[in-house]
């Protein structure tokens, strides 16, 4: 059965209404939701997501993984960071990932990742895969330190359905790896994507400052960073973070 994709002018966040949808209907893989405004557009760890109405791209894309053990839930996060770096390529350079969801342009967050998976017998069943990207919005008013949008980067206004469409596609071509149990290319373009790749920056941890580069991501999700002497440290989900230096 082909995708659905479906619009919704507005919903409360479109990871419920495609949860709601599929909970209700027999919806192909890979359908999506989309929508010009989210009244309680959600972030990591309950943070919320500003989005003014019709400016920027709001999505949620459905997945039914058939080869995937629940220990491997990171490659979901991995295929979403890379179809979305895989479509801004197609408008700028410098875009990258930055550990372990958010997308940046130079120093500046463009886009945000959202996943929530079904899990049964040790396996993932279902995924709601919930991105956001900035395209049109001019002025951001909420706390996030550092946002910046594509138009505010080209200086052109942004076609919402032409990159709705761009990044369906990539992440269609990505989850095909995925069905042919390619984990290894796709943790691979992962960490050759990652912001900060090169060179020595200052994180913090639960003990203070310290500078380090990145070593590796491990296909757990985990952090591994790298001292100046040599040492290694590895980080879970908000256990680090960026100093700006």
């Given at each position: 059965m082909d995708h659905k994709i479906i619009h919704i002018p507005q919903t409360e966040s479109t990871n419920l209404s495609l949860q709601l949808l599929a909970n209700t209907e027999n919806l192909p893989n890979q359908s999506m939701v989309w929508t010009d405004f989210q009244t309680k557009g959600r972030g990591?760890?309950?943070?919320?997501?500003?989005?003014?109405?019709?400016?920027?791209?709001?999505?949620?894309?459905?997945?039914?993984?058939?080869?995937?053990?629940?220990?491997?839930?990171?490659?979901?996060?991995?295929?979403?960071?890379?179809?979305?770096?895989?479509?801004?390529?197609?408008?700028?350079?410098?875009?990258?990932?930055?550990?372990?969801?958010?997308?940046?342009?130079?120093?500046?967050?463009?886009?945000?990742?959202?996943?929530?998976?079904?899990?049964?017998?040790?396996?993932?069943?279902?995924?709601i895969i919930g991105i956001g990207i900035n395209l049109n919005q001019q002025e951001f008013k909420s706390e996030t330190p550092n946002p910046i949008s594509l138009a505010m980067i080209t200086g052109q206004t942004c076609d919402r359905k032409v990159i709705l469409n761009q990044l369906h596609k990539e992440f269609m071509a990505l989850t095909d790896e995925l069905?042919?149990?390619?984990?290894?290319?796709?943790?691979?373009?992962?960490?050759?994507?990652?912001?900060?790749?090169?060179?020595?920056?200052?994180?913090?941890?639960?003990?203070?400052?310290?500078?380090?580069?990145?070593?590796?991501?491990?296909?757990?999700g985990h952090l591994n960073l790298e001292r100046r002497d040599g040492t290694l440290s590895q980080y879970g989900f908000k256990e680090v973070q960026n100093v700006k230096n």
């Open positions: 990591q760890a309950g943070s919320s997501w500003e989005s003014e109405p019709g400016m920027n791209l709001l999505c949620s894309i459905l997945l039914y993984p058939t080869l995937l053990p629940a220990n491997r839930s990171f490659t979901i996060l991995e295929i979403a960071a890379l179809c979305v770096k895989h479509t801004l390529d197609r408008y700028v350079s410098d875009i990258s990932i930055k550990w372990p969801n958010d997308i940046y342009y130079q120093q500046q967050k463009i886009s945000g990742i959202l996943i929530e998976n079904d899990i049964a017998a040790g396996r993932i069943i279902r995924s069905e042919t149990g390619k984990f290894d290319i796709l943790h691979q373009q992962y960490n050759a994507s990652l912001y900060h790749r090169n060179g020595f920056y200052s994180y913090r941890d639960a003990a203070g400052i310290f500078e380090a580069r990145i070593h590796s991501v491990e296909p757990s």
